[in-house]
């Protein structure tokens, strides 16, 4: 019975990916043997894991009774420079990534400038930002600074290439009838793209602001500010109650930020 009298009948399935049986089974049997195998050249160490678990439920009981108070001021500075860093950075990296997301939507940029401006995305993706924090802080020293300059460098690409990629599906019609009544390109960016993308831009500018702010609490482990050396300090002292409540004092602002999100978007479409 072929594939036709099976969907009359209602027994139509999908063709497989590899139709032939032998190498399906033949692939699966491989993958599995590798795993397998790569698995076994993992050297785990089951005392240290045992350890680690019994730290690991002790961190995750510290959630249920957090301590704000004993490190208040060290947790109020820090959330204060997180928040400034990650409001300027990320206001800074979007103002920057806006033209460089203009100039890398292949649809209404010139080759040179569309070259230009991907590499630049290219190389602001490349790096994770604790690595770019090192760099910063070798440059300008421990502080802030150092890590508003990571958080805005990192904005940059991360919004440049989806506004560019916004930009290159954008309903066309809009483009060519706002041209047909002899617009500048300025024009044509205004009354046709603009539009069309900036629910989108506004919605990935909150979306950049809530990773900014957990991104700032990482950096802050190598000295680029923020309140990531505060939790650094009480882990390595153990504190789990006051970790608990620095994580948790990042979950509000996180919550905060999407809920802030959602109701932007709504606002502006």
């Known amino acids: 019975m072929n594939r ?19 190498w399906r089974w033949g692939l699966t049997l491989g993958l599995a043997a590798y795993l397998v195998l790569a698995l076994s050249t993992v050297d785990v160490n089951w005392d ?7 730290r690991g439920l002790n961190f995750l009981a510290a959630f249920a009774q957090p301590n704000f108070a004993s490190r208040s001021s060290d947790i109020y500075a820090g959330i204060l420079e997180s928040l400034s860093m990650t409001l300027t950075a990320t206001v800074i990296g979007v103002a920057l990534a806006v033209p460089i997301g203009l100039g890398a939507a292949r649809n209404i940029s010139p080759w040179p400038v569309y070259y230009l401006c991907r590499s630049i995305i290219t190389v602001s993706r490349t790096f994770q930002e604790i690595i770019i924090a090192i760099l910063f802080v070798v440059m300008f020293g421990f502080g802030p600074l150092a890590g508003m300059l990571t958080l805005a460098f990192a904005t940059i690409g991360f919004i440049a290439k989806l506004l560019a990629e916004d930009i290159e599906d954008l309903d066309w019609h809009q483009v060519e009838a706002i041209r047909a009544t002899g617009a500048s390109w300025w024009q044509i960016i205004n009354q046709a793209v603009q539009p069309q993308v900036m629910p989108r831009l506004i919605g990935l500018s909150m979306y950049r602001l809530d990773i900014n702010f957990r991104e700032s609490a990482i950096i802050g482990i190598v000295g680029a500010g923020g309140i990531g050396a505060t939790l650094n300090t009480s882990i390595s002292r153990y504190e789990y109650d006051t970790s608990a409540a620095i994580l948790l004092i990042i979950i509000a602002f996180v919550l905060l930020s999407e809920y802030g999100s959602s109701y932007v978007r709504r606002w502006t479409q």
């Open 48 to 54: 240290r894991v045992i350890e680690g678990a019994g």
């Open 4 to 22: 036709q009298q099976l969907a009359e009948m209602g027994h139509w399935r999908r063709l497989p990916l590899i139709q032939s049986a032998k």
